[in-house]
């Protein structure tokens, strides 16, 4: 297994991942699955653009030869500075319970160090225990934070955040 970053030529694995993970989980994810399907080619090129510019956000891929095992993206918080979040987090069930998303995890972690962040931070589905056990054994604790995971959503998700550098 190894990670890789997201080719700005790739806006149609990124269209089949993300509808894969919505598919998939739906319960997991904000957007639906047929709100996303609709989009036009021209949303996949521009979000495929959003992850593969240098300096912006990024989509990492964990691969075992051709086949594309998970993703999780790595985003600039616009709304905090030196903050980062993990976003879009999903393995392939078929992947599951092998490191794959751990080793996500990390490549994010470690992509948000690279760029300096103070902060990672993610929102996690409260009820999910898998995800909400693998975010803490990275360090990631409860902020206190929660929300509706969608407008008229019954599913609550819970904010999370590891600390990156220690300021003295």
Request: proline share 4%; with cysteine.
């Amino acid at each position: 297994m190894r990670l890789r970053k997201l080719q700005p030529h790739e806006s149609s694995l990124l269209r089949e991942l993300r509808l894969s993970a919505l598919r998939n989980a739906p319960g997991s994810f904000r957007d639906t699955y047929a709100d996303i399907a609709a989009r036009p080619s021209s949303y996949w090129e521009e979000l495929t653009l959003s992850v593969t510019q240098p300096g912006r956000n990024v989509l990492l891929l964990a691969c075992e030869g051709d086949q594309a095992a998970g993703s999780a993206f790595g985003l600039v918080d616009q709304s905090q500075v030196r903050t980062g979040r993990v976003g879009g987090m999903w393995v392939d069930p078929a992947w599951r319970r092998q490191g794959v998303g751990q080793a996500l995890l990390q490549g994010v972690i470690d992509w948000a160090r690279e760029r300096g962040f103070e902060c990672l931070k993610l929102w996690c589905v409260a009820d999910d225990l898998a995800s909400g056990s693998l975010y803490r054994k990275a360090g990631f604790k409860e902020t206190g934070s929660q929300q509706q995971l969608s407008e008229g959503s019954a599913i609550r998700v819970v904010e999370m955040e590891l600390p990156l550098f220690v300021s003295e």
